[in-house]
């Protein structure tokens, strides 16, 4: 007796002993990566150690609550139950939805899958190229990575976790799953996540394609959010006018003809000898009536005084060559005439030439094409133009356009008379980041790792498979295909994290 409680009493201090190191690990980790990259790692393991605590001490089960992969805060609730109910009854129009939604996954999956191979396999071959993002970057919260603002993408972000979960609560219903609780992941103050806690005995027990149906329903959801939030960025568009029709170039190349007449980044040219050049294709066309050497006179609008006053001046521009440009550019000839340029084509030296028009351009993508274009590359442009606004924030730092290229439009159209341009403005800016999270949450769910929703698609996928092969085999015993597709999913998951995360540690390298 005195023995067992003597082990006893060993064994829980070599448990608190246990924990004591890791908390120990978990500080002097989360101290390096705060040093030495961002505060914020530093604030995850503060908040690590506390869930811990809270944890042994019990107040995380008065609060219905369970702490999972080390630093989630699970919480859970059963209000919402109703309104779920209510609204999955039509369930065959929801089964169909669902149907739908996998198919759609199945596609986008198949592009991941090559994307990832692809990825790792030029990273093998030739390496990783070094990041010039900070590491702060790699952090996704609002406030706290440098190209995410808060208020906005904070809005958006908890906009696209609930219809996410929603979804998945939905297909629940409409395949006769009960929902036992439905919650929130927290990650500190912030919401890291949403979750749907169908009764896991029935989702184990549910045919596989009901099952998939469910996985598939929320990131397919996600996605069809974003794609309709920017078909209504394209019906704003619509009224929003450019203020001063011409051109403007985002930089001027050193000792060129543009840069010797004065101008400067981001004014606006409104003229060329007397003819308006309201787009770049007209400024394109009145530069090759001209030839190398000749002096052009272009109608110029300063940058805004403190008043959002522009003078107007006109400047003299002495054409130069653009093949002497190109091969002053390490270019050969070939290659110069390969990009279609004469000896004789006159330079201005510019880059990045646009129209007043081109911020709102670039959200709206193809509906904004000029030139005609076969319709199946219109249809591609349509279709993957939302998974391209997600570089927007990279390239204009946290904004979905140049504060410059803001400056050149204003609200215009009947709906713009009533809003004004800022309100419009907020509202397109606020479908935009509902755009970057649900195409993004519905991307990374898609990714074939377990616990990610393409992750339970994948294995249910294995199961058919390696189903298969064991009928084929004559041993078709269901628990043998499943502990089979269990190690496959498992090491496969393990497999790819393990390789995206050397891939983002390399690039910090």
């Not at 505060?39 to 150690?49: D, K, Q």
């Not at 550019?329 to 290659?335: E, K, M």
């Not at 133009?385 to 204003?410: H, K, N, R, S």
Request: hydrophobic share 50%; net charge negative.
């Amino acid at each position: 007796m005195v023995q067992e409680e003597a082990r006893r009493g060993k064994g829980v201090s070599g448990t608190r002993a246990a924990r004591d190191r890791r908390a120990l690990i978990l500080i002097f980790i989360s101290a390096f990566l705060a040093a030495q990259f961002h505060w914020a790692f530093g604030a995850i393991g503060l908040w690590v150690l506390i869930l811990s605590q809270l944890e042994r001490r019990g107040i995380l089960d008065k609060w219905n609550a369970t702490r999972v992969l080390g630093g989630l805060l699970m919480l859970r609730s059963n209000r919402g139950q109703d309104t779920i109910e209510k609204i999955a009854k039509p369930r065959k129009f929801w089964r169909i939805y669902g149907e739908f939604s996998l198919w759609t996954c199945s596609l986008v999956m198949v592009f991941i899958v090559l994307f990832l191979i692809l990825s790792f396999g030029s990273a093998l071959i030739y390496g990783v190229p070094k990041s010039e993002a900070p590491a702060s970057q790699l952090i996704p919260f609002p406030g706290v990575s440098p190209v995410i603002p808060f208020w906005w993408p904070a809005i958006a972000f908890a906009g696209a976790l609930i219809i996410h979960e929603f979804a998945h609560a939905l297909q629940a219903r409409a395949h006769g799953m009960r929902v036992r609780s439905v919650g929130l992941l927290m990650l500190g103050p912030f919401p890291a996540g949403a979750f749907v806690e169908p009764e896991f005995e029935e989702l184990t027990k549910a045919p596989r394609r009901e099952r998939a149906r469910l996985f598939a329903a929320a990131p397919a959801t996600n996605m069809y959010a974003g794609f309709l939030s920017w078909l209504l960025i394209c019906i704003l568009a619509t009224q929003f006018s450019v203020v001063n029709p011409g051109v403007h170039a985002s930089g001027i190349i050193e000792d060129s003809a543009a840069a010797e007449s004065g101008l400067e980044p981001w004014e606006i040219i409104t003229h060329f000898e007397d003819v308006p050049v309201p787009s770049a294709a007209d400024m394109t066309e009145q530069l090759s009536t001209q030839g190398v050497g000749e002096s052009v006179n272009l109608t110029v609008l300063s940058h805004p005084d403190g008043d959002g006053i522009r003078t107007e001046r006109v400047i003299v521009v002495t054409l130069t060559s653009k093949w002497d440009y190109m091969k002053s550019q390490n270019l050969t000839d070939d290659q110069i005439v390969a990009l279609g340029i004469d000896k004789e084509d006159a330079f201005l030296g510019v880059s990045g030439m646009a129209s007043g028009s081109s911020g709102m351009d670039r959200l709206v993508g193809p509906m904004a094409w000029e030139q005609d274009r076969p319709l199946y590359v219109d249809a591609l442009g349509v279709v993957i133009q939302p998974i391209v606004l997600i570089d927007a924030p990279l390239t204009f730092e946290g904004q979905i356009m140049m504060p410059q290229e803001m400056e050149y439009i204003e609200a215009d159209g009947w709906l713009g008379d009533i809003l004004g341009t800022t309100i419009l403005m907020a509202i397109i800016t606020l479908l935009f980041w509902f755009i970057w999270w649900n195409v993004g949450l519905g991307l990374a769910n898609l990714i074939p790792i377990i616990p990610f929703d393409g992750g339970h698609l994948m294995k249910d996928f294995l199961g058919v498979i390696v189903g298969f092969f064991n009928r084929f085999s004559g041993n078709p015993h269901s628990l043998k295909t499943e502990m089979t597709v269990t190690k496959i999913s498992s090491f496969s998951s393990l497999f790819l994290f393990m390789g995206l995360l050397l891939i983002i540690i390399a690039q910090q390298i």
